[in-house]
């Protein structure tokens, strides 16, 4: 009789450690292209795992930028097919100065792992892979059909995902897909995300005088770009804490009573979210919890801001430029594109006569609402309470996963987000870090999920069933 | 007979130029402690070429940071004693990928020599290094006494400088100082300036979660620290241009209707500035035009902007803290540390709760007017003549040079300024440029001063003749 999977866990730890380890090392920036051959390179080592593994039709996919990975097992005839997506691409480690130990050496530190992508997503993907060795090592086989894709595009917005689904759907086709990259409550509090708002990251530059200029010779006669981009930025949100560009609440739905009862019973409350931000104060929109603003309201967060002399002690200048990036996140009702508009209207109107502005659209992604009562959802609720011993509670996210939007528009199939971050594992941040217990649990989950998938609908019924919200374009 | 300093000069261009090109290779920026090596070395350069032109006394002269080159020439009893200042250290070169050519590759387009420090000041400097060097190979002699004092820590507030000179005050007993760090109007048009304005380096830096946070998972709860930053930033001036910061302009003195018509006749119009800075269109306090508004009205510049995610792309991220430096710029009635100590209240007084607020100084400059009719100043005017053919115009500047309130308070000597920078040789900016033809005249116009000093009064009567505005301590 094969080993159950807790014990087999045990037995393979040090393994996996050491193989995750190696998957982190790879510093595959997808946003920074002097990373592209580490993206490759990591994507070769992850296809190596797959074969290793004893998946079948290996493949590394090239796209226009990176490349995607893809393996299966399809020798479950008449029994469900599962697509387990993953991405192996991280954000940027900066800023580098605040970590404790390089962001691409992994390290132990008590019962974490750090390094940029330990949990994002290379952890919780990692999770899928070694359930499935874990299967096919003690049982010589799989319990539901498997596709295996795994992007290297996720953190720049996936733009080379839906030709490519677009073009494969049928050699892609699936009744559920399942990902792991939303986070828990806490060590033994597992939670299925079942809302993700969209994303929207835009950059505004300023532009002045022809070049820097010495700031004693011109200082109060030429508008600084980076005084002007201040008071630009200053005026995107009012002095309450809401955005301040005309018609960006215009589409957004409130949520009914009855959600906001089940929110505030479910979710964290205020002093959680602050201890996981480690600050003292919360802010933002007055009338809703911070739960709720991070979730069910939009939000518009500075992701970056540059100009100037950045150097030690100071330089007397006036910059010809400076710039800002933006994160914009949107609940359901509210079209990236149409948003994208309103705040490129908003950003012209406010802009001084005295320098220009120019707004660059980086990614934009779609917000989605799965149905909690479909039966990835329930089979991924199942795992958890084999996995953790405990059931999920149902979370709505305040990131955004465009693909959930891909695999409902394109495959038609709905996505069980089915995580193993922590509220402080430091997600795109210094000092990422993965919680071994919880990716040894995850492993467990992982297998459990496959087995309790045998009882998806198949076919056209399962697509019936999915209710991602389709987002009516800008007219 | 000596052959005269134009025709000396012509003959030694070419091995003046390789000096100068050879003077500007040194990256002796003394902003940033990397470079600390390459001061030094510039310095050890700068000693040699002054023992080679035959001057007495050479030494490098250690000070906490940044060493101080000395030489002197003392064999004309009687006459009076001339102290040539000038700094050889220089501004950071960034941004380096707006320069046509690496800053410290000096390269010669057109009339120009392009470098960081080709004209601000080693260029300058130099041009008194060789109208001595001409004088002494020409004549064995110099018409006056001569000490020459080279700083390399000009660009960061001559933090150490003011202590040298209490303790050598005897030692560098002079009748005036001459420096040229100062612009002209054009190549024809010779300008000796006679009013600094004085110079603030603050850094704000805004702090809020204890790290960077995922801009999805906490966007819309916690209080962006770069946002914030923004929004303190376009707290300092109000909608018209004027700085916000309460008493900012208590002390600030309306200039006399003469002075304004007068500055009015020989200062730049509106469009020749807009012209040199190559901006469209001009910014600031109504009622007074941008040369006024450089030269007798206060400005604050911000000179840098940093938070958050710089690189290519986006990064979904609230950064953890933000900072901007700013550099304020003030009339002779405005006292630099009564001004940071408002400007430090303010900043406190508009930092929203929900995040934290810290200013530092980086260095604080007194503003300086010279007294026109010193004869130091006439000297100044009529070298001037003898070397560019034209009488100079009386110009207040921008800048700021704390070392005339030095040499003012510390040895009782009035500066003359006797610049040779141009509007456009793009100080403190990329493609920084000395104008070729200019350094030549110069050289003559250096030498002439030195011939016209021999009239200067000596002694007790110089001094009593000084009136560089003393500033009252803030109480």
Same mark, same amino acid.
């Given at each position: 009789?094969?080993?159950?999977?807790?014990?087999?866990?045990?037995?393979?730890?040090? /393994?996996?450690?050491?193989?995750?380890?190696?998957?982190?090392?790879?510093?595959?920036?997808?946003?920074?292209?002097?990373?592209?051959? !580490?993206?490759?390179?990591?994507?070769?080592?992850?296809? #190596?795992?797959?074969?290793?593994?004893?998946?079948?039709?290996?493949? &590394?996919?090239?796209?226009?930028?990176?490349?995607?990975?893809? =393996?299966?097992?399809?020798?479950? +005839?008449?029994?469900?097919?599962?697509?387990?997506?993953?991405?192996?691409?991280?954000?940027? +480690?900066?800023?580098?100065?605040?970590?404790?130990?390089?962001?691409? #050496?992994?390290?132990?530190?008590?019962?974490?792992?750090?390094? @940029?992508?330990?949990?994002?997503?290379?952890?919780?993907?990692?999770?899928?892979?070694?359930?499935?060795? %874990?299967?096919?090592?003690?049982?010589?086989?799989?319990?539901?059909?498997?596709?295996?894709?795994?992007?290297?595009?996720?953190?720049?917005? %996936?733009?080379?995902?839906?030709?490519?689904?677009?073009?494969?759907?049928?050699?892609?086709?699936?009744?559920?897909?399942?990902?792991?990259?939303?986070?828990?409550?806490?060590? !033994?509090?597992?939670?299925?995300?079942?809302?993700?708002?969209?994303?929207?990251?835009?950059?505004?530059?300023?532009?002045? *005088?022809?070049?820097?200029?010495?700031?004693?010779?011109?200082?109060?006669?030429?508008?600084?770009?980076?005084?002007?981009?201040?008071?630009?930025? =200053?005026?995107?949100?009012?002095? /309450?804490?809401?955005?301040?560009?005309?018609?960006?609440?215009?589409?957004? @739905?409130?949520?009914?009573?009855?959600?906001?009862?089940?929110?505030?019973?479910?979710?964290?409350?205020?002093?959680?979210?602050?201890?996981?931000?480690?600050?003292?104060?919360?802010?933002?929109?007055?009338?809703?919890?911070?739960?709720? @603003?991070?979730?069910?309201?939009?939000?518009?967060?500075?992701?970056?801001?540059?100009?100037?002399?950045?150097?030690?002690?100071?330089?007397?200048?006036?910059?010809?430029?400076?710039?800002?990036?933006?994160?914009?996140?949107? &609940?359901?009702?509210?079209?990236? @594109?149409?948003?994208?508009?309103?705040?490129?209207?908003?950003?012209?109107?406010?802009?001084? *006569?005295?320098?220009?502005?120019?707004?660059?659209?980086?990614?934009?992604?779609?917000?989605?609402?799965?149905?909690?009562?479909? *039966?990835?959802?329930?089979?991924?609720?199942?795992?958890?309470?084999?996995?953790?011993?405990?059931?999920?509670?149902?979370?709505?996210?305040?990131?955004?996963? *465009?693909?959930?939007?891909?695999?409902?528009?394109?495959?038609?199939?709905?996505?069980?987000?089915?995580?193993?971050?922590? +509220?402080? %594992?430091?997600?795109?941040?210094?000092?990422?870090?993965?919680?071994?217990?919880?990716?040894?649990?995850?492993?467990?989950?992982?297998?459990?999920?496959? #087995?309790?998938?045998?009882?998806?609908?198949?076919?056209? /019924?399962?697509?019936?069933?999915?209710?991602?919200?389709?987002? !009516?374009?800008?007219?």
């Amino acid at each position: 009789m094969a080993a159950p999977p807790n014990a087999s866990a045990r037995a393979h730890r040090a /393994r996996w450690l050491d193989e995750l380890k190696r998957f982190v090392r790879f510093p595959s920036v997808s946003a920074q292209s002097a990373h592209a051959k !580490d993206v490759r390179a990591c994507a070769a080592w992850l296809a #190596e795992q797959l074969k290793q593994i004893g998946m079948a039709g290996v493949q &590394v996919i090239a796209t226009p930028r990176h490349p995607l990975v893809y =393996a299966e097992w399809n020798r479950a +005839p008449g029994r469900p097919t599962v697509l387990v997506y993953g991405h192996y691409d991280v954000q940027p +480690p900066d800023p580098l100065q605040e970590w404790t130990t390089p962001p691409f #050496e992994p390290t132990v530190r008590g019962p974490h792992l750090y390094g @940029r992508g330990a949990c994002d997503d290379k952890g919780q993907l990692f999770a899928h892979v070694k359930a499935l060795e %874990s299967c096919l090592k003690t049982t010589g086989r799989l319990p539901v059909n498997v596709k295996c894709l795994f992007e290297g595009e996720e953190e720049i917005g %996936s733009p080379n995902l839906k030709p490519f689904l677009e073009r494969h759907a049928r050699a892609l086709a699936a009744d559920a897909a399942v990902m792991s990259d939303t986070r828990m409550l806490g060590p !033994d509090r597992p939670a299925l995300t079942y809302s993700l708002r969209g994303g929207l990251s835009l950059e505004i530059e300023v532009t002045g *005088p022809r070049q820097d200029l010495h700031s004693g010779t011109f200082g109060g006669a030429i508008h600084n770009p980076a005084q002007a981009l201040c008071e630009i930025v =200053a005026g995107l949100h009012d002095a /309450r804490g809401r955005i301040a560009v005309p018609g960006f609440y215009d589409r957004v @739905r409130l949520p009914r009573a009855v959600e906001r009862a089940a929110m505030k019973k479910a979710g964290p409350p205020d002093a959680k979210i602050l201890a996981d931000a480690g600050a003292e104060h919360g802010w933002g929109e007055p009338g809703w919890s911070l739960y709720e @603003r991070t979730t069910v309201r939009p939000s518009l967060a500075l992701t970056g801001l540059t100009g100037g002399y950045q150097g030690e002690g100071s330089k007397a200048v006036i910059p010809a430029r400076a710039s800002a990036k933006l994160n914009i996140r949107l &609940v359901p009702e509210q079209d990236p @594109r149409e948003i994208d508009l309103l705040v490129r209207r908003h950003v012209a109107r406010i802009t001084p *006569p005295s320098v220009r502005s120019r707004v660059t659209t980086h990614l934009r992604a779609k917000p989605a609402v799965l149905d909690r009562r479909h *039966p990835v959802m329930q089979a991924a609720a199942r795992a958890y309470r084999r996995g953790f011993g405990v059931a999920p509670v149902f979370l709505r996210s305040g990131g955004s996963i *465009p693909v959930v939007n891909l695999f409902q528009d394109v495959l038609g199939i709905p996505t069980a987000l089915m995580g193993f971050a922590l +509220p402080d %594992s430091h997600i795109h941040a210094p000092n990422e870090r993965f919680h071994l217990p919880t990716f040894e649990r995850g492993i467990a989950t992982c297998r459990a999920f496959l #087995e309790a998938c045998t009882n998806l609908p198949t076919g056209r /019924r399962a697509r019936a069933q999915t209710t991602a919200v389709a987002m !009516d374009a800008h007219p």
